[in-house]
């Protein structure tokens, strides 16, 4: 199996496993196929950082005119490093704290999507101590099911995110009081991994109803955001195009005079990486098979979090009968799986190479250093080159941080 023109087996062998390997050529692909999608609206398409925060996969998409999506002063940080420009940031999250907030608006970001009014006093009250004037989006809260894993739905009236209209109407009834922001953006984001386009849909109407009735009422809304959320290939899905996507919310835009940004992670970034991960034994037991791997849910948590499915695919392809066997990792915890009861060669031992797919986007951003692991190392591959764009942890950095405590270090 290669990534572009790099045989994976070398990468391997190379660099060690586990590893993300990244397609560059993939990554901007999705990029372009959604900015071609939405040409005629000219975006601002920002890149949502939480996916995959690598450096070099920020600044390769910031290169391709990419903003940036984050959610925290980490975020903020990260794309500050790949050089994005303070005016192509959008900022979300229920939790912003002082801190954050300062950090932002010094930076000047284009808008702070806002979630809740005790937000909105603090941004206000820190543009007044820095004497700046801030624009920011509310985010509402069109309480419609996105069709997805329960975790990443965020759009129904129980979830902690964003505004309810009610609430939308009274901050743009009482917007004096915000005295140092410019309110001129509604904001949503539905959840992720969406696969039809009718709840997007459902929502755009009511949220571009809503600041049309604001317009309507001395508001001065001038941009959309409609977030992420765009589902991609793990298995058998058949999400939307970014074609039919794009004309469904054009539809609902024609003729409307909104400024759209979008918010786009997983269909940027997840198909373009797999994790490559060795097997260290073959287990079989009573009942099942196991192949027990040099990966685990520290490095990928998708499965063990959300049951979700990613394929697992030898990197040498192999003949012979299929078995079925759980994928596994040596976290102690029976929820550390990559895989369960998948058909696999049976000719499979020890040392074989596998891939695990589609681990492009909440993969490494994910991992931790549960059970002292390391965490893992990530390659870009460009044509017949790759780079390594994170080294593999080191022991060292498992405890760069922490103290022994003696007599001194009492406070
Ligand atoms: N905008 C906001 C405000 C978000 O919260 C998110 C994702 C995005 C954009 C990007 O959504 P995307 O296009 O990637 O669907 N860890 C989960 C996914 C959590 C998504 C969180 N928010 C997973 O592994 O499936």
Not at 14 to 27: A, D, I, N
């Amino acid at each position: 199996m290669y990534c572009e023109g790099v045989a994976l087996d070398r990468i391997a062998r190379e660099q060690g496993t586990p590893v993300f390997v990244y397609s560059r050529k993939v990554l901007i692909e999705r990029f372009q196929e959604l900015k071609q999608a939405f040409k005629p609206a000219q975006p601002l398409i920002c890149y949502s950082v939480k996916a995959n925060s690598n450096l070099s996969l920020c600044k390769t998409l910031a290169g391709e005119g990419a903003g940036m999506d984050i959610v925290s002063g980490g975020e903020l940080f990260r794309a500050g490093k790949a050089g994005v420009p303070g005016d192509k940031i959008v900022y979300a999250s229920v939790g912003k704290t002082e801190e954050e907030i300062d950090s932002a608006v010094k930076k000047g970001i284009l808008f702070f999507n806002a979630e809740s009014v005790p937000e909105l006093d603090l941004i206000n009250k820190v543009c007044g101590r820095l004497k700046k004037r801030q624009a920011v989006a509310l985010r509402v809260n069109p309480d419609v099911e996105a069709h997805t894993h329960e975790y990443i739905t965020t759009a129904r009236k129980q979830n902690k995110f964003g505004l309810d209209p009610k609430t939308v109407r009274k901050v743009f009834r009482e917007a004096g009081r915000f005295e140092h922001l410019d309110l001129t953006c509604l904001h949503m984001h539905i959840g992720s991994q969406i696969e039809k386009v009718k709840p997007f849909v459902q929502a755009l109407e009511r949220v571009t109803a809503l600041a049309e009735e604001l317009n309507a009422t001395g508001a001065r809304i001038t941009h959309l955001n409609i977030g992420g959320g765009l589902g991609i290939v793990y298995d058998k899905e058949k999400p939307q195009s970014a074609k039919l996507y794009a004309q469904a919310v054009l539809a609902i835009l024609k003729g409307k005079n909104f400024k759209l940004i979008l918010e786009p992670g997983r269909f940027i970034a997840g198909n373009a990486g797999v994790l490559l991960t060795r097997v260290v034994y073959v287990k079989n037991t009573p009942v099942k098979r196991f192949f027990v791997v040099d990966a685990a849910m520290n490095d990928l948590l998708r499965p063990s979090l959300y049951a979700a499915f990613h394929a697992v695919v030898p990197v040498r392809k192999r003949q012979g009968r299929l078995k079925k066997a759980d994928v596994v990792g040596p976290v102690c915890e029976s929820g550390d799986f990559i895989a369960k009861d998948r058909p696999l060669p049976g000719s499979l031992g020890t040392g074989e190479l596998l891939a695990v797919m589609s681990t492009g986007a909440y993969g490494f951003s994910m991992s931790s250093n549960y059970n002292s692991r390391r965490r893992a190392a990530e390659v870009l591959v460009n044509g017949s080159k790759y780079a390594v764009i994170r080294k593999r942890e080191g022991y060292a950095d498992l405890i760069r941080n922490e103290v022994i405590v003696t007599d001194k270090e009492w406070l």
